[in-house]
């Protein structure tokens, strides 16, 4: 068997460390599995196998560098964990092998970094080890006390590549973990520290500036409290924006501050970035004055988030989220509120500006998160003497009104054309859900419509934030289930790129499924709840619910892809599609015969022919019953006559209609709801494999036993209601009427006259013949739907149906023998 090279076995350990969070059984195996290959102590003489593992811990860790690193805290902390009473702790030891090696790697790839030739493959190496030792200090910071004073030279590493940068802020990241933790540091140690830390700060970009201040905020609030040293720095760049605000204010157009644009970007971003790690309102840092910083802070930021240039207005609010973080009661303030959600609610801001307000309150919850694990893991050690519960309700109380403050601004921001705003607006909810800041019913809709989204991602984190709720809260989803079908409709309308292509209820994709799949899933279950979502959904197409006609569509697709399992399911729907199509389709042709009636006084002749016409079609009809021999001869002369009639017809109403078009546009419009019904019946008739008979049996209030078999799904069924996306995309609502158009709505019309007449099958006769009615009743309908019989229009004839029963042709009731 060949030996897996290197990239393999990472390959493997990447997709299989991933599952970490699984179910617990894969969760169980993950932890095992990872304990054998890299948490075992190796003999100290077998230099060769701990080479091997680290060069796999780290190729691991270079391969998710994209992803996150998640899945390795998880791992280690659930290791870590599982022996925290024993008295042998394998796991412990194998992780302080693992440290001290790592750290004589990066001393010898730093050796061989003049080498030319392997240059980038060490610079790599050198990245993935820091990295890595970063994420053991996460979990374990002790391990890496002994090494603070090794990782410190790092701070001063030339940056000329991308790598360079990411050495300095994973060593600033371990220092700001682990120089807290050393005991009696020298003095000489730590300036250094804060000299490189203040170097960096001045000298380069954002991600930098980030991580060396709030590694600078660990060093000197807990252990140097050198405020002089820091208090500089903060008036050094606080005193440059007062003079460039006083500047601007002089005059804004002025050269100076276009020259001076690089120094406004550092200065908001790094005073903000001070204001999240010192509270600079301490005596420590402004001795006896009366100035409040946080205040003059907050109108010197306030000023430069209403400047002209968009880049000067998202650094202002970057350095505003900042030092809400230190101080979260300035967010209640009415100047910021009316910020916040001006850039959330108004559709026309900058997509930018919109994102940074979403990430400041993502941080700012993140943030808090961390606060509230770490004051619990605190006050665990003093819970005997304290009130835990108490602390912890004063921190989530003024989040949670924070939240609320915002909530409605940030769920309008799923309605928006960009991924990244939707992504970054479900961020935020699954935090404010996850810490349990604000009341999750009013989220579930809107949770339902991020199950919509194109990006699996987002889809998933919406789905899985429904389950936790389910979980808690039973019912929740039911109750606004169909308020969250409608907005994913809202959701699909503001992602739909082309207007003119209707909005679609399916993937386009190679399974079809429907987009709210996940959601009937989560319903289906409960027989009593599904029944009622169903009817809801349903009753939208109802004539007086005024639905509109892309909506109805969208609901149709739904209903025809979802991921039925039971026979009872699909023909539930039929039944009440029937119930709906005599309600609505009768109410639609009275609005359309008194509108012709109160136009033309003369419409009263032919609509009493068509009464008379009707009335010999159900007399002929009774006679048929009478004897067995009439059918075929009664079918042979509607046949052969219908064209000549039918076209009788369409010129008697034509003589009727009023002139005034708009009834006729509201029979065009109101019809489509009817007509989608009638599709979504044929489609389910002919996925399923149901006779007419089957489905005139089907009764709601027998036992669910009765048809609790599974569905036999035919493949290539595909669900195309060809009338209602010709009307969405010719736009016939908005657009002038043409006497073509009007002879095929009189046509429609008169088909519907037809269905709605023998709408109720006959039925079968003992030969195997169709009556009148019920060949009458099949006409009608395969006019409705266009025409012909395609595959999605009615059943095929050969296959059986679901439960094995003989069943019927076409839409006719003829059973095959």
């Not at 644009?261 to 402004?286: I, M, N, W, Y």
């Not at 009764?699 to 010709?726: C, M, W």
């Not at 266009?786 to 094995?804: H, L, M, Q, R, Y």
Request: one cysteine or more; hydrophobic letters at 35%.
């Amino acid at each position: 068997i060949e030996q897996p090279t290197f990239p393999k076995i990472t390959e493997m350990c990447v997709k299989m460390i991933r599952r970490v969070n699984d179910e617990e059984g894969i969760k169980k195996l993950v932890n095992e599995t990872f304990q054998k290959l890299w948490f075992t102590p190796t003999p100290h003489h077998d230099k060769e196998a701990m080479t091997r593992k680290i060069l796999n811990i780290t190729d691991v860790v270079a391969a998710c560098r994209d992803t996150g690193y998640d899945w390795f805290e998880q791992l280690l902390q659930n290791l870590l964990k599982s022996e925290e009473d024993a008295s042998y702790k394998p796991v412990k030891k194998a992780c302080t092998q693992l440290v001290d090696n790592l750290v004589e790697h990066i001393l010898k790839y730093e050796e061989s970094l003049s080498d030319s030739d392997n240059k980038g493959v060490n610079s790599g190496r050198l990245v993935a080890c820091i990295t890595t030792l970063f994420l053991f200090s996460k979990i374990r910071p002790q391990l890496m006390v002994k090494h603070a004073m090794t990782m410190q030279p790092y701070l001063t590493t030339k940056c000329s590549t991308q790598n360079d940068f990411m050495v300095i802020c994973n060593v600033a990241k371990i220092l700001e973990l682990v120089v807290p933790l050393m005991e009696h540091p020298s003095e000489t140690f730590l300036a250094t520290i804060e000299e490189d830390l203040m170097k960096l700060i001045i000298k380069y970009g954002m991600t930098v500036v980030q991580h060396c201040v709030s590694c600078l905020g660990a060093v000197v609030n807990k252990v140097t409290q050198n405020y002089k040293f820091v208090w500089a720095c903060f008036n050094r760049y606080y005193g440059a924006l007062s003079k460039l605000k006083s500047q601007h204010q002089e005059d804004s157009n002025s050269t100076i501050l276009t020259a001076n644009k690089p120094a406004l970007l550092r200065s908001l971003f790094t005073v903000g970035a001070l204001c999240r790690h010192f509270d600079f309102d301490q005596e420590d840092f402004k001795g006896n004055s009366k100035v409040n910083i946080k205040d003059k802070v907050l109108e010197l930021l306030m000023y430069f988030t209403k400047h002209s240039d968009e880049e000067v207005q998202t650094k202002a609010i970057i350095g505003l989220g900042f030092a809400f973080i230190q101080h979260p009661s300035l967010m209640f303030e009415q100047e910021v509120k009316t910020l916040y959600n001006s850039i959330l609610s108004d559709k026309n801001c900058s997509v930018n500006l919109k994102i940074q307000v979403l990430k400041n309150l993502q941080t700012y919850l993140q943030e808090e998160d961390t606060r509230m694990q770490q004051a619990d893991r605190d006050w665990k050690k003093v819970a005997k003497q304290e009130d835990l519960k108490e602390m912890g309700d004063i921190s989530s109380g003024m989040s949670s009104s924070i939240m609320q403050l915002y909530l409605k601004q940030v769920l309008e921001a799923f309605f928006h054309t960009q991924s990244s705003v939707r992504h970054f607006a479900l961020n935020v909810i699954a935090l404010t859900l996850n810490q349990g800041l604000i009341h999750p019913v009013q989220c579930v809709p809107y949770l339902i419509a991020m199950g919509t989204d194109p990006e699996p991602s987002m889809r998933n984190k919406a789905d899985q934030q429904l389950v936790e709720i389910d979980k808690k809260y039973a019912g929740f989803i039911h109750m606004k289930a169909v308020a969250g079908m409608k907005m994913s409709y809202q959701v699909q309308q503001a992602i739909n790129t082309c207007p003119k292509d209707p909005v679609r209820g399916f993937r386009h994709d190679e399974s079809s499924n429907a987009l709210c799949s996940h959601l009937y899933s989560m319903i289906r279950g409960n027989r009593q709840h599904r029944r009622a979502f169903l009817i809801s959904l349903l009753n939208l197409f109802d004539d007086t619910a005024k639905t509109e006609v892309n909506m109805l569509l969208y609901i149709a697709d739904n209903l025809a892809c979802f991921p039925y399992q039971t026979q009872e399911e699909p023909l539930f729907i039929m039944h009440h599609i029937d119930i709906t199509l005599s309600v609505s389709g009768s109410n639609l042709l009275q609005s359309f015969k008194e509108s012709m009636v109160k136009d033309k006084k003369k419409e009263r002749k032919p609509s009493s022919d068509e009464e008379t016409e009707s009335d010999s079609k159900s007399g002929s009809e009774s006679e048929s019953e009478e004897e067995a021999s009439k059918p075929r001869r009664l079918r042979k002369r509607v046949d052969s006559d219908s064209d000549s009639e039918e076209e009788n017809d369409i010129n008697a109403v034509m003589k009727c209609l009023p002139e005034n078009s708009a009834p006729l546009i509201e029979f065009a419009n109101v019809s489509q709801g009817i007509l989608l019904l009638l599709m979504l019946k044929q489609h389910l008739k002919n996925l399923c494999g149901f006779s007419d008979s089957k489905i005139q049996k089907y009764s709601p209030s027998e036992s669910a036993k009765v048809y609790d078999k599974a569905i036999n799904r035919k493949t290539g069924v595909h669900f195309h209601p060809k009338q209602t996306l010709d009307f969405l995309r010719s736009d016939m609502a908005n657009s002038k009427i043409t006497e073509e158009v009007k002879r095929s709505i009189v046509k429609q019309y008169l088909d519907f006259k037809l269905l709605m007449e023998h709408l109720d099958p006959d039925e079968e006769e003992e030969d195997g013949e169709v009556s009148a009615s019920t060949n009458a009743r099949n006409k009608a309908i395969t006019s409705l739907l266009g025409g012909g019989s395609p595959k999605n229009n009615a059943a095929e004839t050969e296959d059986d149906e679901s439960d094995g029963e003989d069943r019927g042709g076409g839409t006719s009731g003829v059973r095959r023998r």
